[in-house]
């Protein structure tokens, strides 16, 4: 399971690096998210991954029993952030999208020199 | 409590300013206040932390290791300070007019939720916790930014965006990898634990990933274009603000990072660091010598001089790193200035095109000695600020026997000499372009454009003239952060569990 995550993991970081190479603005946007994702199931399985085992302490019973419930919460709020942030790209890409009418990152315009 | 006042007072600033009704003064007012009021919480933090050395706040009455701590050591508590005298600035320099349809969209509000993000990323003693104020300060830096929609504009704003959150998800993975290996999110937990560790692959990777990520954000050498695509299209005081902060918010989490969990100073990423410092140095103010305009001039110049801000971390002595911290404070001073002294001319000209600026001293000969007090003290002129700065950061160098560093650095500061130099006879000194107007010539700068300026030169010299008394805070600062032990016990106690794992 570990393994496949990695792997899982490796591919969405790859795919999201790669598109945020590309010159169009949606690509962009999708390989941030990739690279989000990418990072999220990183910190799941950097922690280690366990299987149908809770995250609520109940007293008495050894601690191997249950998950680490802080990769969860970390994943919880890296999620949140990047919908924010995911959402404020998009909006972005929509301005620049009406009043260029392209979503090529070089038809914007020429910096000021 | 105190601990928490510069997160907190901008925050309810920020909500304040939403429910009041939305007539300019009223919300000039309110935010300027507000600016005020974390300024005099920031004296006494400091005050507090000269007096009895580390504060500690323990969010919620959690213990250390398990919840979020809010830690002020002295680099900390500098850091806070500088920060409430530059919101003090940008919201003071409001007074003299914002663009209506900014004000109407939150432009007030939003300062002050960069405000509270800088703030939360200088206090705050967990390393997830650091990850959430850097978006936060980003979110609102970018909203800031793009409240326009000029081509030009939208153009930076998506660079900026765009490279800065691909920073943040390098932090995100290494704090995942990290979180994965030691068990635990808190800096001075990770301090104790992980450096015992001893995985050289690991650490050689996880110091990799930490560099590039805030390396991205301190606009370090490969990795800071976005800075000048970006920095010269928001008005002046959101450029005093981005400029001042943003990039010192980097090196301070590099610093801040690196010396609690990575404290061999024989690690191969100190050598990468060297030499990356001083090719941003170098190529930084190549840069600015190439450049036309005012404010891309600036920008240039900002990323040269990271270079001096890191590179007392990448020596690791005691003397290198206190001499770094001084050079971060006037750094953040000087370069804020210069973006509002940008202001006038945008005010008078409307433009930072250097072909199209110049004879302001003949019109306006006080104005134009004001701005020469932070171009020379950037240039390092004895004995301005920049100089005391300068000699703070070269002598370790000659003392630890890097003379081919030292010399890079004076190099680069005989380039700046000539950058600033250049500056000011192109926008002050040289007549009037034939195309500019009599009336915009002779037109009066207000007040309220140049008080902030004048503030901010005030400390400048101030920071002149005591500038023996504060390099012995930096050294002390200095000192502080390569204690790790004290920083360790100030946070967890005498005698705590290690975290679960």
Known sequence: ?113 | MLLALPILLPLLTAIVLHLLPQRSRLLRLVAFAGSLLVLGTAASIFARVQQTGILVLQVGSWPAPFGITLVADLFSALMIAMVSVIGVAVTGSSFAGVDPRREALGYHSLIQVVLMGVAGAFLTGDIFNLYVWFEVLLIGSFVLMSLHRTRAQLRAAFTYVGLNLLASAFLLTAIGLLYGQAGTLNLADLARAWPERRTPGLDAALSMLFLTAFGIKAGLFPLFFWLPASYHTPPAAVGALLAGLLTKVGVYAMIRVFTLLFPDPGASVYRVLLVLSAITMVLGLIGALAQRDFRRVLSFNLVGHIGFTTIGLALWSPAALGGSILYVLHHMLVISTLFLVSGLFLRQRRTTDLNALGGLYRSQPAVACLALIPLFSLAGVPPLSGFVAKVGVITPMLGGGQYLLAAVALCVSLLTVLSMARLWEEAFWKPAPVASSASALHSRLALPILAPIVFLVGLTLALTVFAGPVSTVTMRAAGQLLDRNTYIRAILGEEVPRAAR
């Open chain 1, 1 to 113: 399971m570990e393994l496949l995550l990695a792997v899982v993991a490796g591919v969405l970081y790859a795919a999201g690096l790669y598109l945020m190479l590309r010159r169009r603005l949606a690509q962009l946007i999708i390989g941030l998210s990739l690279l989000s994702n990418g990072s999220n199931i990183l910190i799941l399985s950097a922690a280690g991954v366990t299987r149908a085992k809770p995250p609520l302490i109940t007293e008495g019973l050894p601690l191997e029993q249950f998950a680490d419930p802080v990769p969860q919460s970390l994943i919880l709020t890296a999620i949140v952030i990047g919908f924010g942030v995911l959402a404020f790209a998009l909006v972005l890409a929509h301005r620049v999208h009406q009043s260029t009418g392209s979503d090529d990152i070089d038809t914007i315009g020429p910096d000021r020199a």
